[in-house]
């Protein structure tokens, strides 16, 4: 079981690109949460989506953020037009019920290192 | 929403010595409260957690209180060792799948 994947691990963008970022969750896991921990900060909640629906998408900024779990494929967070204070690891989880499980280890992926320059 | 807050932000601690960190939770609701170590560059992993219907629970070094009173909740790291050196974090679950994550401790274990 390879856990939950993310790529890249690294990405480096200029102002004004788009940044795509991929989560592939554990086998059998339906449920995908984002989140993103700026600098020195501890992880803040963006969205929850199971198979293509958004659940919960009460912590992703209002312009430029969006993200999507298609019936196949990963999950991608999109950026678009990338400012530097973007700049932030994001860790995806996921879970094969509604909510963590307790007792996982693995709950989240490597993370995406975004560095805006 | 939830709000979590942990104190404190660093501690440094002499190889041996105990290692205590605290986190308060404004919502009554939260049942489910994960403690997560984060290593320079890598993912946070769990490494204790305790459910609201449990004051305590322990294992090997590493124990966690839970106060549901006050709403306040603790990790105990005892006889610490150099690879407890990383950043702690609390966290508290929200509306069955959200995790409210505290600021951090960053714990330096000095040998």
């Known amino acids: 079981n390879a856990g939950v994947m993310q790529n890249p691990r690294h990405l480096v963008r200029r102002r004004g690109q788009e940044a795509r970022l991929r989560c592939s969750p554990m086998k059998g896991h339906s449920h995908v949460y984002w989140y993103r921990q700026l600098p020195e900060e501890g992880l803040k909640f963006m969205v929850y989506?199971?198979?293509?629906?958004?659940?919960?998408e009460s912590g992703m900024p209002k312009e430029r953020f969006s993200a999507e779990f298609p019936k196949e494929g990963p999950s991608i967070l999109r950026i678009q037009q990338v400012v530097r204070g973007d700049s932030a690891a994001y860790f995806c989880?996921?879970?094969?019920?509604?909510?963590?499980?307790?007792?996982?280890?693995?709950?989240f992926g490597q993370g995406t290192r975004l560095t805006v320059v | 929403g939830e709000n979590v807050e942990q104190h404190p932000s660093t501690l440094s601690v002499q190889e041996g010595d105990s290692a205590v960190i605290k986190c308060t939770y404004s919502d009554s609701a939260s049942n489910y409260f994960p403690w997560y170590k984060q290593e320079l560059g890598k993912r946070p992993q769990l490494i204790i957690d305790?459910?609201?219907?449990?004051g305590e629970k322990k294992d090997q070094r590493i124990a966690v209180t839970l106060n549901k009173t006050a709403k306040h909740f603790s990790l105990h790291i005892t006889e610490t060792q150099p690879e407890d050196s990383a950043v702690y974090f609390c966290?508290?679950?929200?509306?069955?799948?959200?995790?409210?994550f505290g600021a951090g401790t960053t714990v330096t274990v000095r040998a």
């Open positions: 966290a508290a679950k929200v509306d069955d799948y959200k995790l409210s």
């Open positions: 989880a996921s879970s094969p019920i509604r909510g963590p499980l307790p007792n996982t280890e693995a709950f």
């Open positions: 989506l199971q198979k293509e629906n958004i659940i919960d």
């Open positions: 305790i459910r609201s219907n449990v």
